[in-house]
């Protein structure tokens, strides 16, 4: 069964001196492009991740979050004394040079350790058994997504599915009207050589409308649209990451949709082609989102 590239997956991974969320989203895309979105990450191990998380999530846009949460048993954050001495010095400098200006000791305070660095949060370094605990959490948080990927999947195959059906569904309501172009074109081409008092020679007639009639045939037209929507099913079955195939496939769904409605010539077949692009237009639309 088919999966969609659409996915979220969450899981928690409990350290000693916290409990870390771990959020992995994912979105269409035409490779595997992989965002970490954290800090507590190592670098060193920064591009393992990338590759666990592309191997298993095949292709998309991916986002790996973690936030951090910490408990009691953590070291708590200190003040950069020196920093906020400098900063208090330069506002007490600005102060003198400037008119009287009320400054509340409280209110300073305040804005001084809001400024850049004065307040230092320790750094939360992962042990190696803290690392353990982590990784297995993002392994949590992909077989999550894997199962949302797996029902969205399932909605987006009975959808295209259904819709590659349709078009299949349509061809024999063209052939309907297939019949009844050869007497209009030719009750069409009368009319025309009597508004314009034109005398004609049956044969010279029936030969130039079996030319005319040649261009306009549509059988090949018909045969490989059969053929383009059998494949696309086959390959929705067949296949366990189909999407960028079944791309290809509607396009040349779309070629022959055009040319059946350019050769068409009769207005009810052109009803039916128009129909034939609405279902067409909404399998490529969810085909993007086809893994």
Known sequence: ????????????CVLPSGKIAIEIRTLNGKNADVNIKTQLIPREKEMEIRKYLASELNRGTIELFANYEENGACKRAIINTDLFKDYAAQIAGLSSKTEKQEN????LTAAILQMPNVIE??????????????????????????????????????????RALL????IPEVEKYESERI????????KRMEDLKISHDENRLEQELVYYLEKLDINEEKVRLRQH???????IE????????????????GREINTLGSKANHAEI?????????????????????L
């Open 229 to 235: 929507c059998k494949y696309f099913l086959e390959t």
């Open 238 to 253: 067949g296949e366990q990451f189909p999407g960028k195939k079944l791309g290809f496939i509607a396009q040349e769904m």
């Open 1 to 12: 069964m088919i999966e969609s590239m659409t996915g979220y997956g969450k899981a928690e």
């Open 167 to 170: 078009i299949a569904s349509y």
């Open 183 to 190: 007497p209009a074109i030719r009750e069409r081409l009368l």
């Open 104 to 107: 509340p000791d409280d209110v």
């Open 121 to 162: 949060a320790p750094r939360q370094e992962l042990s190696d058994e803290s690392w353990n605990l982590f990784f297995d959490a993002i392994r949590k948080a992909v077989k999550a997504l894997k199962e949302f990927r797996a029902k969205e999947g399932a909605v987006l195959y009975g959808d295209v599915s259904k």
């Open 270 to 290: 052109q009803k039916v082609v128009v129909k034939m692009k609405y279902e067409l237009d909404k399998i490529k639309e969810q085909s993007l989102n086809i």
